[in-house]
């Protein structure tokens, strides 16, 4: 028991550091940049018969913002990984 607690333990406590890679400029330069994650709407909301509300304006933006702002920024993602995953497959 005492044996298997002394090779247990060292082993918890080892770290492990991953070499570093550092990529050449080229490699730098073909990379996409990562799409921009769209800005939440600034709504206001107020409180009123004992709910919190919405004015219809900001409904619009809201529904605007799920709408067009998420879906846009899910494809501009999905772009972004097919291109990093051509570039790592032509590794």
């Not at 709408?67 to 032509?90: C, M, P, T, W």
């Amino acid at each position: 028991m005492l044996l298997l607690a002394l090779i247990v333990y060292p082993s918890c406590r080892t770290q492990y550091a991953p070499p570093a890679v550092e990529a050449s400029p080229a490699l730098k330069e073909l990379l996409p940049e990562l799409p921009e994650l769209p800005q939440w709407p600034k709504l206001e909301w107020f409180y009123r018969d004992g709910f919190y509300c919405l004015n219809e304006a900001d409904v619009d933006k809201l529904l605007d913002f799920h709408e067009n702002g998420l879906v846009q920024f899910r494809f501009q993602l999905d772009l972004y990984k097919k291109e990093l995953d051509a570039i790592i497959s032509h590794l």
